[in-house]
């Protein structure tokens, strides 16, 4: 490990930037393979399928080349790994071969050692680096979660967990950008940071969101999600925002992040950037009438009836 950093810190040196670029992105894909997983894995399939022949249509088309990885895991076993590659019909054929013919419903699974041999198939160097990680179970050997956030810090790799099951419900999770503030609200939830679960922590430190999905009843089902909620590339969506007004009904809005910054909307695919909400309902509005000058320092909108001012319900 030691030797590696001290690699990289060599590399930038030599070309004298704080960022080695070389013009590639490299994206990953972890996916759990066992019997339980049939649904989701063919989505897997068909997401990337349809992402790679129309890019619009799932955000953030590169402007650099993409390099493309792929690993299944189960217990006791861990998958080939294949890739990199900008070959995407070998990795849509690698996700093709990993349906299983039958089995599942035993937990927990190999998680981290997929994840590891994924993850360090990536270079070093490169210009931009997200895994995919699809399970409905917990990790089985939490011990190596230190070893692989470091080989993803490295890396520069942001960690997306999509999980359809945790062996059981799927507790709360965190959805802020912020690395920092992402671990403290996790510990306030679980009591301290060794006990949040591992692939939460790994998402968490990498400003990455865990999406917790309901259990995909046809695979179109999940592409659908997938379609609507992750971005496919490194652009990716922000945490949706509270409710515009405290009664009544209202919206949420959220941002598109690339990097730390804000982008264009359409980097994130072809998910809502804005969603109605709903809160209690608001108290009876009263016809108010008092003075207009008393009125317009408190409420923006004022309605004149008989040379005063009323509030209206929109003003409550």
């Keep these: 490990m030691i030797l590696t950093r001290l690699t990289k810190i060599v590399l930038l040196a030599l070309v004298g930037c704080s960022t080695i670029v070389n013009g590639k992105e490299y994206i990953g894909f972890v996916v759990d393979n066992t ?7 063919v989505a897997v399939k068909d997401w990337i399928t349809q992402c790679v022949s129309s890019l619009g249509i799932c955000g953030d088309t590169p402007n650099v080349v993409r390099e493309w990885l792929s690993v299944s895991f189960n217990d006791p076993t861990i998958g080939a790994l294949t890739g990199p590659t900008d070959n995407t019909n070998l990795i849509t054929q690698a996700v093709n071969g990993y349906l299983p013919a039958s089995g599942g419903g035993d937990c927990p699974e190999l998680a981290m050692k997929g994840l590891q041999k994924l993850a360090v198939g990536i ?5 931009g680096c997200k895994i995919f990680f699809f399970s409905d179970a917990t990790p089985k050997n939490p011990i190596l979660l230190s070893a692989v956030f470091q080989i993803l810090a490295d890396r520069g790799c942001d960690f997306e967990p999509i999980l359809t099951g945790c062996c059981g419900t799927c507790p709360s999770y965190c959805t802020s950008p912020n690395p920092r503030l ?43 999600t997938l379609r609507r909620e992750v971005s496919f590339g490194i652009a990716r969506w922000g945490p949706w925002s509270s409710c515009s007004v405290t009664c009544g009904n209202g919206v949420n809005t959220r941002s598109c992040y690339h990097r730390g910054k804000v982008v264009e909307t359409s980097r994130c695919g072809d998910g809502p950037s804005k969603k109605d909400c709903s809160m209690p309902a608001c108290p009876p509005c009263e016809d108010e009438r008092t003075d207009c000058l008393v009125v317009k320092l408190f409420h923006r909108l004022c309605g004149k009836v008989d040379g005063k001012c009323r509030k209206t319900c929109d003003q409550c």
């Design 35 to 41: 019997g339980s997983m049939f649904n989701e894995i």
């Design 123 to 127: 270079p070093l160097v490169n210009d």
């Design 182 to 224: 992402c671990i403290d609200e996790l510990k306030k939830s679980f009591g301290s940071e060794d006990a949040i679960p591992p692939l939460y922590r790994l998402a968490a430190r990498t400003a990455s969101p865990v999406h917790v999905v309901a259990k995909p009843s046809s695979s179109a089902a999940m592409v659908t």
